[in-house]
């Protein structure tokens, strides 16, 4: 039986719930199960939620996530080993997106890594993939000087997002928000709660994810929903998150991203770093992929919008409208509420891949629906 068949929960195993279950109930959210967690999926108007992160703030609950830690004095080789990226070359305080891969080049999850210390790194993997990671990382890091530690009980998880999460953040802390750059996390006190702070997200927008003891989750949830109340922060649900991700072109593992595909598939391939020193997982089969990529890639990921109202959703058929042949899959699909238009990621033969190419269309049910080709990501932040 395979890692990841061991991971799954059986249908019999009742789902698990965060450290804010009671809240979230309280607050009149709809849960639902996801990757064997119950979690909030909305609380109102996913698109009411959706349009508060991107004009003023959204709070979330991301305690589903799962947290690894390795320390020792190897701990940046074995992560080398282990991951696709150069994780040895983090400073400490900065984090680094990369992705585990299998030694076919295909994706196990992808991942934020952040250096807490000289010897000390934190991996975060998706919920549906926490075990698989911890597993393939465990076998990895045999013969390195590190200690691999499951810290997924050890963690609750809280983001704040949007335009006004600066403010809002500044105003229950002391940390150096200022100082914080993208993809850095410092440690911290926000609202009397020790936490890591991390300037990361899955948004679209600038904002921050708040790693904090799950004792301390309810009374931090208080404090910045208090003080985001004048700005217009509001609780968010996965629902708009996977809408905000979508419109950002943000890949979701099971989606964009499988066993099935390679960083390079994916348009990613800027993550697998084969001038680190020492060998890596999957690196024949990733150089492989890169070689294939430079030369006459099969196919693309690209964004689709839609003329019409229809909207697709993952696995749907894109087809050439004048012939009816398929020429790529869709891998997800949303009503953008930013563009007031259907969207989609999907994957499609090199052909059909350019900006503005003509006579791409969807199999929606039978009904070929048109759709314009257009470039990743549909939506960036004014900075």
Not at 128 to 148: I, M
Not at 201 to 225: C, H, N, R, S
Not at 355 to 360: C, L, R
Request: hydrophobic share 40%.
């Amino acid at each position: 039986m395979s890692a990841a068949e061991t991971s799954q929960p059986s249908e019999t195993a009742a789902p698990r719930r965060t450290a804010l279950d009671a809240l979230h109930r309280a607050l009149g959210a709809t849960m639902t199960d996801f990757a064997g967690w119950d979690m909030p999926l909305r609380y109102g108007s996913e698109r009411d939620e959706h349009v508060a992160v991107r004009t003023r703030a959204g709070l979330f609950d991301l305690s589903h996530m799962g947290e690894i830690t390795l320390t020792g004095p190897q701990a940046g080789q074995a992560l080398d080993h282990a991951l696709v990226g150069n994780l040895s070359a983090l400073k400490p305080g900065r984090a680094r997106y990369t992705m585990i891969c299998d030694e076919r080049g295909g994706i196990l999850d992808d991942l934020i890594v952040y250096r807490l210390a000289d010897e000390e790194y934190m991996v975060v993997a998706n919920a549906s993939n926490a075990q698989v990671v911890l597993d393939a990382l465990t076998e990895r890091a045999a013969g390195f000087e590190t200690e691999v530690r499951d810290d997924r009980e050890n963690y609750a998880l809280l983001a704040v997002q949007g335009p006004a999460s600066p403010a809002i953040l500044k105003s229950v802390t002391d940390a150096d928000l200022d100082g914080l750059k993208y993809y850095a996390g410092l440690p911290g006190t926000v609202a009397g709660v020790p936490a890591l702070i991390a300037r990361t997200g899955y948004t679209g927008e600038d904002g921050f994810e708040l790693f904090v003891a799950p004792a301390d989750a309810e009374k931090l949830w208080q404090a910045l929903t208090e003080a985001g109340a004048d700005a217009g922060l509001v609780p968010c649900g996965l629902s708009c998150r996977d809408t905000l991700r979508l419109e950002a072109g943000m890949p979701l593992y099971g989606h964009e991203l499988t066993t099935a595909t390679t960083p390079f598939d994916a348009g990613l391939g800027r993550v697998v770093k084969f001038d680190k020193p020492g060998d890596f997982v999957g690196r024949a089969a990733l150089e492989a992929a890169a070689e294939r990529a430079a030369d006459a890639p099969p196919r693309k990921l690209v964004g689709l919008v839609a003329t019409g109202r229809r909207v697709p959703r993952a696995g749907y058929p894109v087809v050439d409208a004048a012939s009816g042949a398929v020429v790529g899959e869709v891998t997800s699909g949303a009503p953008s509420p930013t563009l007031g238009k259907p969207i989609a990621i999907a994957y499609v033969d090199a052909a059909h891949a350019a900006p503005g190419t003509a006579g791409v269309a969807v199999d929606i049910r039978g009904s070929h629906e048109p759709y314009e080709v257009v470039a990743l990501p549909f939506y960036k932040r004014e900075r």
